[in-house]
C-alpha cells in the first residue's frame, strides 16, 4: 500500500502541472486583464468589459482588444511609462513562458504571491476565507449522510411499499429544486421575508460574538450556519439516498444474505451483521469526494444570498476584476486538496474493507 500511496502523490505533480498550464494558457486568450481593469477604472468606465468593448468615448479598435495587447490602452491618452510602470509591478513586462515558470517556482514553496488590488498575501486571503467554505461543506456534508443513510436503508427494506414511493417523488421534487430558489425560499420563510423571523438573513456570526460566553458562541454560530446548511444539501440528499437504497438493495438479493437467513439469523442480525458492511462501502468511501463537491459546487452563490464571506465569492470577484494571483492561487489550492482528497478516498476503501488492495491490483 505504501508503494501506491507514493505513486498517487508523485502523480498530483504533472496533475497539478497540467492544471495550472491549461488555465494559464487560457487566461493569454481572455480580453482584458488587470492593467485594463485599472485604466478602465481610472477613466471612469467602471470595468474592464467597456474598456475593450470597442464602442467606448475612447474609440478603442474592436482588433485591438485581448489580453496579449496589453499596451493598447495607451492610445487612450494615459502616459506609456505609466503603463509600463503597472505592467513591470505586476510582473506583466516579462514574456508569458517566463512568468509562468516564475509563477510555478513560487507555488512550489506555497508563495502564492500578492493580490493586485488589495496588495495583500493571497495565501493570508485563501486562510482567511477558508473558515466559512470548510463550516458550509463539513456541515452540509454531514447533513447529508446524518439524513440520507437511515432513510435510504429504511427504503431498501420497505422496496415497492408506498412509503418508498412517495418518499422517492419528494426526493426528485427536491432534487429538482435549484439550490439558489431553495434558498431564496428559506429566506423568505425563516430570515425575515415575510413570515417568520427566526434565523438571521446574513453573517456567519452575530456583531457581538466575541463578548458571548463559549456555549453562547457555538449557539450563535450554529444560528447562523443553519439555513446555509440546508439550502446546499438539497441535491446532494437526494442523490446520496438513492445510491444507499440501490447498494442495500444489490446486497441483499446475493446469496450470502439467503444462506445468512436459512442459517436462522434474524432479518435485523443479517442487515447489520452482513449487508451494512459491504454496502456501506462506496457510501462511506465516498464522503471526502461529497465534501469537495459541495465545498467547489453552489457555494458562491449560497455565499452571496447568505452574506458570507468565503472562498467562493473571493474567487468570482477576483475572476471579474481579471486579479490573476487570486485566481491562480485559490485554483492551485483546490486542485490540490482535490487531488489530496482523492488518495484518501482510496485509503477509505482500504479502511472500511481491507480485502480491496489497490497495490495488488497494479
Known sequence: MGAYILRRLLLIIPTLLGVMVVNFALTQFVPGGPIEQILADLEGEGDVFGAISGTGDAGIPDDAAGAGSERYLGSRGLPEEYIAQLE?????????????LNMIWRYMQF?????????RPVLEMVLEKMPVSLSLGLWSTLLI???????????????????????????IVGYAIPGFLFAIFLLI???????????PLQGLT????DELTPLGKVADYMWHITLPTIALSISGFATLTLLTKNSFLDEINKQYVTT????GLSERGVLYGHVFRNAMLIVIAGFPAMFVGIFFAGSLIIETLFGLDGLGRMGFEATVKRDYAVVFGTLFSFSLLFLVVGI????MYVFIDPRIDFEGRG
Open 88 to 100: 513591470k509591478e505586476f510582473g506583466l513586462d516579462k514574456p508569458p513562458v517566463e512568468r509562468f
Open 111 to 119: 508563495d502564492f504571491g500578492e493580490s493586485y488590488f488589495e496588495s
Open 145 to 171: 449522510y446524518m439524513l440520507s443513510i437511515p432513510l435510504g436503508i429504511r427504503k431498501a427494506i420497505r422496496d415497492g411499499s408506498r412509503f418508498d414511493v412517495w418518499t422517492s417523488g419528494a426526493i
Open 189 to 199: 420563510l425563516f430570515a425575515g421575508g415575510s413570515y417568520y423571523q427566526i434565523f
Open 206 to 209: 452575530s456583531k457581538d460574538f
Open 260 to 263: 445468512a437467513k436459512a442459517k
Open 344 to 347: 484518501i478516498s482510496d485509503l
